[in-house]
């Protein structure tokens, strides 16, 4: 079945620092790929996606590329805000078996705190 | 445009008895999808509806059931409650319901069992 791997968390920065949090796939069809994330006491934020492989998403500074021949989807920002501090999720929408049209299959979750 | 919302945010019941949380999608959406968040098994979906008829279903029991209305709007019923129900539910909506189109989270409801 489908899975999504995130990098074991939490992950703490100082501000300004580089931020990457890995995450990598398994899938039967060729997903579309999400990162969400979730400040506290919220529900879900896009944050950004990708459709096809080669595609790279964009948001707020940060990015992630979609990597067929890896299987991975790593999320970047060059310089991270206290404010970025909340938890992120990657997640891929699978088309195999043309049955998975609502679901989302999610990551574990990574958790980022950003001290000033 | 108004985002999606759940009511009632917060929720404490107790085992054996049942519970009915609603979603509304934002004006337009057609597919309605529902997530059970908890720290141990994360996010795991439950099941999704377009156009009043489930459309792909998750893992769970049959204690859990949803329905969509003609507007759109959704509910999940979860009877004979468990303490291992406690979890945040998250209601998501989407445009048509393809694959590579944003989901779109509600702020979810979060339910105590005791």
């Known amino acids: 079945g489908n899975s999504v791997t995130q990098m074991e968390g939490p992950v703490t920065l100082s501000e300004e620092a580089f931020l990457t949090i890995n995450c990598t796939y398994t899938?039967?069809?060729?997903?579309?790929l999400f990162w969400y994330v979730q400040y506290p006491g919220e529900g879900l934020q896009l944050l950004l996606k990708?459709?096809?492989?080669?595609d790279k998403g964009s948001n707020k500074g940060f990015e992630a590329t979609y990597r067929k021949e890896t299987t991975s989807f790593h999320l970047e920002k060059g310089s991270v805000q206290v404010s970025d501090s909340a938890v992120y999720f990657c997640?891929?929408?699978?088309?195999?078996?043309?049955?998975?049209?609502?679901?989302?299959?999610f990551g574990q979750g990574t958790i980022l705190t950003v001290h000033p | 445009k108004a985002g999606v919302t759940q009511t009632p945010r917060y929720l404490i019941k107790t085992r054996g008895q049942q519970v009915t949380l609603s979603c509304s999608p934002i004006?337009?959406?057609?597919?309605v999808s529902w997530y059970q968040q908890t720290p141990g098994q994360g996010l795991q979906f439950l099941f999704e509806?377009?156009?009043?008829?489930?459309?792909n279903k998750g893992n769970f029991p049959g204690r859990f059931s949803g329905r969509q209305f003609s507007n759109s709007r959704s509910e999940m019923n979860v009877s004979t409650l468990e303490l291992g129900d406690s979890a945040l539910y998250l209601c998501?909506?989407?445009?048509?319901?393809?694959?590579?189109?944003?989901?779109?989270f509600g702020p979810g409801t979060r339910l105590l069992v005791l």
């Open positions: 998501a909506s989407k445009l048509a319901g393809a694959l590579q189109e944003t989901q779109y």
């Open positions: 899938a039967t069809g060729y997903p579309s």
């Open positions: 990708a459709t096809k492989a080669d």
């Open positions: 997640a891929l929408s699978d088309p195999a078996g043309g049955t998975s049209y609502g679901k989302l299959t």
């Open positions: 004006s337009g959406h057609r597919s």
């Open positions: 509806y377009f156009s009043e008829t489930q459309r």
